[in-house]
């Protein structure tokens, strides 16, 4: 197993930690365990809120320039 299945096994594994966290524990475990599966596949940007918001803002500034210049 090369550098890249080990980098994705550990991703796997604090997804699902942090998909049983927040389906027992969590604020939002009244939303049921998809819900929180769905939301643990991007756990870095649960753990670090900004990083969702930038990753926003990224996705935001990429669909404008897509729009802008692939309609040509």
Do not use: H
């Not at 699902?16 to 929180?36: C, F, H, P, Q, R």
């Not at 870095?44 to 990753?55: A, H, K, V, Y």
């Amino acid at each position: 197993m090369g550098i890249k299945g080990k980098l994705l096994s550990v991703y796997a594994l604090i997804a699902i930690v942090t998909s049983v966290y927040t389906s027992v524990w969590g604020d939002l475990a009244y939303k049921g365990a998809a819900y929180n599966i769905g939301r643990s596949i991007v756990w870095p940007c649960i753990l670090f809120p900004s990083l969702g918001t930038f990753i926003g803002g990224v996705l935001i500034v990429l669909f404008v320039l897509w729009v802008s210049f692939g309609r040509r």
